[in-house]
């Protein structure tokens, strides 16, 4: 087969190897070369310049495609293998695993039945057996090896809706940490559940989520009627590396028989260390649980792996037979791994794990592993022997936050676009690379260290650049304060309507011009409330908005009283903003009537509507939620 070509398509044998050593020259080439940056950026201008043509009918030899690849493409690209790639979750591959990949696709495996793909089935079962050891898991669990953590984080939610409910419907609720990847929000998106349908939890102490938050919500759930049925907690979350914590969450799940679901998509590998496994403790009591072969396991994209301890209900959550597939109907041994996910036709992922796995030997994941543990632990030092930084979440796993204290800016709107301009500068210098995110809604710059080419002294030139680079200040106007309990000193009680000219007695509105304040008016309604009546239900997946014109509202979260708020001051402004990707936090605190309350209401959606409208709104009550947010 294949020896004398029987298509344009086809190649002799010498052409096939002399296009493949040439390919892999140019990689060498390429994967080698110390002068590459971190991150090479282009303009979608350039780019289409470079390369914007219509395919050709003619063909053109593969040595000039390859080096049209080599020039044109390859170059623009971040690079996670650079030993100062320290940006999001950093990925950095090997070539044994590269190669792993080349022979699945030159193979052009199809691991979707076992009929057709005995071997490349049996080693993904490998592979899924050691994961399954690593992570504490039974061999009687299942699992799939997916495209990425986004897929398996997926699969998860459908596998336990199937498993425990069966279609879809109105009342199942899904809980988060606010913490929580938004691959989650999106999985609850697609599979039907509705904003209100998914509670995003705020986490405490460490970014981590009190088990009794998430007590408290399932409970109010259940009063309200609601099915609680999801719960997904992080294993190395995406923004600071916390780990929530596993076993005490778990007894929660186990006893309101909700599934529990852990997104260790970077974190569960730090389990072949004794640090992670010391971190992760728990880990192997989640109905199931996400990693990703291609973050902390350093293998090239895509893959990514979702397991399920209870090793049918994956199969009975996918599996289908059409007709035209009976012919592949696995034997009584056998595994379709078609039938434990979403795709029919798939690669082998698997066998690239495999083949970088045994070539280096589990010891030498495990010792990189650790390394990057140890450099995260070296960064938090010298960021803490640092004057003019400061840590704004300590090392965990290899993550570790950050700022720098930038005492001439004034205010924080400054300060953020200093430390905008200094991880820029950082870029440009060739260094490093690393981005940042927002911790209790502050800026913060974050570094990710889990590549196995960094050596301590990029890690120490990096957190020198960041503390001493000189940075130019960024004069710019805050952004308005919003001053609770500026006097309302009208008696309103008794008026039907609240005017424009009253709303703007409002510090919220106050400088809302007259058509934005025509847009408030037309968006609300008013409410009256007599003392005791509860204004809001923490728990509750309400989502409306409520500004107080008169009275008092007493704020409690778990029955313990927080804040008394008056005429002027928002209530339930954090379940009413959109957070991110579409959902929103269930309420955090429940607000009762503490005289009578007259106030406004502006419904649940319009919220996002006039905070897009109208930005410097959105800007007070993401100020005020922020604050509210992470009360003590
Ligand atoms: C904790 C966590 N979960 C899920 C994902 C999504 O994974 P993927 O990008 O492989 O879809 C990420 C990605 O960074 C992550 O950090």
């Excluded at 070539?95 to 030159?106: H, M, Q």
Aim: hydrophobic share 45%.
């Amino acid at each position: 087969m294949g020896a004398v070509p029987r298509s344009a398509l086809q190649l002799t044998a010498e052409e096939m190897r002399e296009a493949g050593y040439r390919t892999v020259d140019m990689l060498v080439r390429h994967l080698t070369d110390e002068e590459a940056p971190p991150i090479r950026r282009a303009t979608v201008g350039a780019m289409q310049e470079l390369l914007g043509r219509a395919a050709a009918e003619e063909p053109t030899p593969f040595a000039e495609v390859l080096a049209g690849l080599e020039g044109d493409v390859l170059p623009y690209r971040a690079r996670g293998d650079h030993p100062g790639f320290f940006a999001f979750i950093s990925y950095c591959g090997t070539w044994p695993g590269a190669l792993g990949d080349f022979i699945a696709s030159a193979a052009n495996v199809y691991a979707s039945s076992w009929m057709e793909s005995a071997g490349p089935s049996q080693v993904e079962l490998e592979v899924l057996g050691w994961f399954k050891e690593w992570i504490g898991y039974p061999a009687s669990a299942t699992g799939i090896l997916v495209s990425g953590g986004s897929a398996a984080n997926m699969t998860a939610l459908a596998c336990a809706r199937e498993a425990l409910v069966g279609p879809m419907s109105d009342d199942l609720v899904a809980y988060v940490p606010d913490q929580a990847h938004s691959s989650l929000a999106r999985a609850a998106r697609v599979l039907g559940f509705r904003p209100d349908q998914v509670r995003v939890l705020p986490v405490g102490q460490g970014f981590r989520l009190d088990p009794a938050t998430l007590q408290r919500a399932i409970t109010a759930d259940r009063t309200a009627g609601r099915r609680p049925l999801f719960v997904s907690v992080s294993g190395g979350s995406t923004n600071t590396g916390s780990v929530d914590p596993l076993a005490e969450i778990a007894a929660v799940c186990r006893e309101e028989g909700v599934w529990l679901h852990v997104d260790a998509a970077y974190g569960a590998f730090a389990a072949l260390t004794e640090r992670g496994r010391e971190a992760l403790v728990g880990l192997e009591l989640a109905d199931s649980v996400t990693l990703d072969p291609h973050k902390w396991l350093y293998q090239a994209y895509e893959c990514g792996c979702v397991l399920v301890r209870n090793g049918t209900l994956l199969r009975r959550a996918f599996e289908i037979t059409p007709d035209y597939l009976l012919d592949a109907v696995p034997g009584e041994e056998e595994v379709n791994f078609s039938d434990l996910g979403m795709q029919l036709s798939r690669t082998s992922h698997a066998i690239k794990v495999w083949t970088s796995i045994r070539t280096f030997g589990v010891a030498a994941f495990r010792d990189a592993i650790d390394r990057s543990i140890d450099q995260a632990l070296l960064a938090q030092r010298l960021i803490e022997e640092s004057v003019t930084l400061e840590i704004t979440s300590p090392a965990q796993l290899g993550v570790v936050c950050f700022s720098r204290r930038f005492e001439e800016a004034e205010g924080e709107h400054e300060s953020d676009a200093m430390h905008e301009e200094l991880i820029a500068a950082l870029e440009r210098s060739g260094i490093a690379f690393i981005s940042s995110t927002r911790l209790r809604g502050r800026f913060s710059m974050r570094m990710c260290i889990m590549n196995f080419t960094t050596r301590d002294e990029d890690v120490a030139a990096t957190i020198d650049f960041l503390a001493n680079e000189p940075v130019a200040r960024h004069p710019s106007p805050p952004p308005a304060v919003f001053e609770p309990h500026v006097a309302l000193e009208r008696g309103w009680l008794g008026r039907p309507r609240v005017s424009a000219d009253e709303l703007r007695l409002l510090p919220l509105f106050s400088d809302l011009d007259d058509q934005q304040v025509g847009r408030v008016l037309a968006a609300s309604s008013e409410r009256t409330c007599v003392k005791g009546d509860a204004i809001v239900v923490e728990g509750d997946g309400s989502r409306e908005l409520y500004i107080v014109l008169e009275g008092e509202a007493a704020i409690t979260r778990g029955g313990e009283p927080v804040a008394t708020l008056g005429a002027g001051e928002p209530i339930g402004e954090i379940a009413a903003l959109e957070w991110g990707a579409g959902f929103g936090y269930a309420r955090t605190a429940s607000a009762t009537a503490a005289s009578a309350v007259r106030a406004l209401v502006i419904p649940a959606g319009r919220v996002d509507e006039l905070v897009r409208e109208i930005p410097a709104l959105g800007e007070r009550l993401r100020a005020i939620a922020r604050s509210r947010l992470h009360r003590p």
